[in-house]
């Protein structure tokens, strides 16, 4: 049996995680400041407690560790790391846990580690176009993150591969994509787009009207939480190849055009006011080039597929928390 440590296991991936890591036979301990909020955690072991702690980072180590998954940092959507208004917040806390974790891997000879790092680290020049991003792995640098969030999760990868270089950790970068699916954040100022749309869908009559930030003609790509546990397995698999990937779909989509599919999910006709609010980059869509060629991962999931299964699930927390069930 293998043994795994998932931080960040309270979070929305880090609970889909254990659960992946259980059916296949690990032994895992969770670690985070909270337990799961929408499921029991599957963890063999879950140490509720602060990874911005080093003696917590050790003792989550303790033991003989085969795999560590870090994915624990702060963050949030759109309101939370384009406000400005928390960014020491993020840059702090999310320095810390790295830096301690980078160190305890060291001291407790844990043998392979998986970071999660982010699309956010690329330069916002590349993103300016809304309909022809350009985020191949090679275009990271010169670096021009347009967020906190981003230039953290750049300053984690470097951290990492430094302790890669210099004292041997075996670590594996994936740059994740706009990650979505049933169990994340919907209500709590930290959803992301799909959650968000999907909440605010459910909560208004056929015929209400919603509410999105800027003119809704900003393109994303979406990857269904399955996806994204797919390629993580496939790359701490393989042998040789470590990263940084990118971990997302090249299926682009409006911000308008999601709400229009949801809608469809949702069997409603909806009206969208444009508003002002933080609206990120212009165009970002996953360049999977690498990882298919890597790892010949790709997307098995459509985002109608993962959209209809994802909207389902916030209805009903939608129909649970008003009272009407």
């Keep these: 049996m293998k043994y795994a440590v998932v931080f960040g296991a309270g979070g929305f991936i880090g609970s889909h995680l254990v659960r992946r890591l259980k059916k296949e036979g690990y032994w895992v301990r969770g670690v985070d400041l909270k337990r799961p909020e929408y499921s029991l955690t599957e963890a ?90 350009k985020l191949n792995e090679d275009s990271a640098y010169p670096a021009a993150p347009d967020s906190a969030y981003g230039w953290e999760k750049l300053f984690g990868e470097r951290v990492y591969q430094a302790y890669t ?39 208004v009559e056929d015929g209400g009207e919603i509410e999105i930030w800027g003119d809704g003609l900003q393109t994303r790509s979406f990857l269904f939480i399955d996806d994204c546990l797919d390629a993580i397995r496939a790359l701490m698999k393989h042998e040789a190849f470590c990263g940084p990937v990118n971990i997302g779909s090249e299926q682009m989509v409006t ?30 869509s996953s360049d999977n080039a690498l990882i298919y060629a890597c790892l010949s991962w790709q997307p ?23 009272g009407l069930q």
Excluded at 255 to 284: C, D, E, F, W, Y
Excluded at 300 to 322: C, F, M, P
């Design 44 to 133: 063999d072991d879950f140490i509720v407690g602060d990874l911005r702690s080093s003696s917590v980072v050790r003792q989550a180590l303790q033991g003989s560790v085969d795999e560590l998954y870090q994915l624990a940092a702060d963050m949030g959507g759109a309101g939370y790391i384009f406000s400005g208004e928390n960014d020491a917040k993020v840059m702090h806390n999310s320095a810390l846990i790295n830096l301690h974790t980078a160190q305890a891997c060291v001291e407790c000879e844990v043998e392979k580690v998986f970071y999660s790092s982010s699309a956010c680290i690329y330069p916002e020049h590349n993103q300016r176009d809304s309909m022809n991003p």
């Design 165 to 203: 270089k210099n004292l041997g950790v075996h670590i594996k970068i994936g740059r994740l994509h706009n990650i979505y699916g049933p169990q994340g954040a919907w209500n709590n100022g930290k959803e992301k787009a799909p959650a968000a749309l999907c909440r605010k869908i459910a909560e």
């Design 255 to 284: 911000i308008n055009g999601l709400a229009n599919l949801i809608m469809q999910h949702a069997g409603k006709s909806i009206k969208i006011r444009h508003v002002s609010g933080p609206t990120g980059v212009r165009g970002r």
């Design 300 to 322: 098995k999931i459509s985002l109608h597929e993962g959209i209809g299964i994802t909207y389902q699930w916030i209805n009903r927390q939608v129909t649970a928390d008003s």
